[in-house]
């Protein structure tokens, strides 16, 4: 209700969608409109004439004071006209985020201010089920990929396992002589531990890649993430008959980043670039991973020299469901430029002459706070 309205404005106010309140220039609710008082659960003869701090959590009511008092000494506006988000406080105490927008009511007397409200709560609630269906989809990316790399990983531990096998038979014949050198038995059990390490490096490497937990960004050597995924990949570019190549830059800053999310996404390039290349038996077949530093981040750049892409698929390339694979799901690149774009990155695509494809990854040297 209001204060002082006529019967025709109150009942625009009424049908209005937004929780509308009026305040004066000392913060006093003079009107509270019928959405108003479904959103904070107070008829309107409770909150008219009381201070708007009530329907306010302490940091924003403080906040509020600030910005009307700033206002009424300067009349320069910063956030009248400018819509935010708020924490709101209903009657019975309990807190929903909410969008209000403010204006100031013109007259020839104190100025007023209209608050428009909109409660977030149901909004809030779909972003959130949908950043969790991606972060299950993602996950499942993840291991699709593991799955995909499987015969290269195991060829990679059959390797470091197949010396422990050798190296432990060595040592039950040296021992089976009567005149055992114990410093040749020596150098083979430490050769079984360092493949024993080898093996449980790459372990290691691949369960931080389909763990689904991905950890608070942190200050991150994108050199040294990319060189953690050489042994995976180097063993899946052999069974390609691929040279996978590594142009480094030395120069690079550490960079604020999800280490789990952006070696997968590297990852997956990569992985795109070795199912390109197996289309094709054109030489030279190699897969070039390039960082270099950018204005205000870095830049990974992944090129292969296979078929490349038909002019006709690039513009929807990293739409949902697009795909030139007979098997694929055309998820993966759509996936990866969310990714990119939660580290407020991008991730963009050009032709790599004489023929072949890029995908560049920009990153920011530092996430700004509150994105």
């Known amino acids: 209700m209001c204060s002082a309205c006529p019967g025709e404005l109150q009942a625009l106010l009424d049908a209005a969608i937004d929780g509308i309140v009026v305040i004066d220039d000392s913060g006093r609710i003079h009107t509270f409109n019928q959405a108003a008082e479904r959103l904070f659960g107070y008829p309107a003869e409770e909150v008219l004439g009381r201070n708007v701090s009530l329907l306010m959590t302490e940091p924003d009511a403080q906040a509020h004071g600030a910005h009307l008092a700033r206002y009424l000494s300067t009349r320069v506006p910063h956030i009248i006209g400018k819509g935010r988000e708020v924490t709101a406080r209903r009657k019975d105490g309990s807190l929903f985020p909410a969008w209000v927008t403010v204006g100031v009511v013109a007259g020839n007397g104190s100025p007023r201010f209209v608050g428009f409200l909109q409660d977030l709560t149901s909004r809030r609630a779909a972003d959130d089920q949908t950043h969790r269906l991606k972060d299950r989809l993602w996950h499942v990316s993840r291991l699709a990929t593991m799955g995909e790399m499987a015969s290269g990983i195991a060829h990679e531990l059959n390797q470091p396992l197949a010396a422990i096998a050798n190296y432990a038979q060595a040592c039950e014949r040296l021992l089976g002589r009567p005149d055992a050198d114990l410093e040749e038995i020596r150098g083979a059990l430490r050769e079984i531990s360092g493949q024993a390490v080898r093996a449980g490096d790459i372990i290691r490497r691949l369960r931080g890649l389909a763990l689904h937990q991905d950890g608070a960004p942190e200050l991150t050597d994108v050199n040294l993430m990319i060189t953690e995924l050489t042994d995976l990949?180097?063993?899946?570019?052999?069974?390609?008959?691929?040279?996978?190549?590594l142009d480094l830059d030395s120069r690079l800053p550490r960079v604020e980043l999800s280490r789990a999310q952006i070696q997968q996404l590297v990852l997956n390039l990569i992985r795109n670039a070795l199912e390109a290349l197996?289309?094709?038996?054109?030489?030279?077949?190699?897969?070039?991973?390039?960082t270099r530093r950018a204005?205000?981040?870095?830049?990974?750049?992944?090129c292969d020299s296979g078929p490349g892409l038909s002019p006709a698929i690039v513009p929807r390339l990293f739409e949902p469901f697009c795909t030139s694979k007979p098997a694929g799901?055309?998820?993966?690149?759509?996936?990866?430029?969310?990714?990119?774009?939660?580290?407020?990155?991008?991730?963009?695509?050009?032709?790599?002459?004489?023929?072949g494809a890029c995908f560049t990854l920009r990153l920011p040297q530092k996430a700004e706070p509150g994105r």
């Open 278 to 290: 197996a289309e094709t038996a054109n030489k030279p077949r190699e897969v070039r991973v390039r």
């Open 329 to 355: 799901t055309g998820l993966g690149l759509a996936i990866s430029r969310t990714i990119a774009r939660r580290h407020q990155g991008a991730l963009d695509y050009r032709p790599n002459l004489p023929r």
């Open 295 to 302: 204005d205000d981040g870095v830049e990974i750049t992944i």
């Open 233 to 245: 990949v180097q063993s899946d570019a052999k069974l390609h008959d691929v040279q996978y190549l």
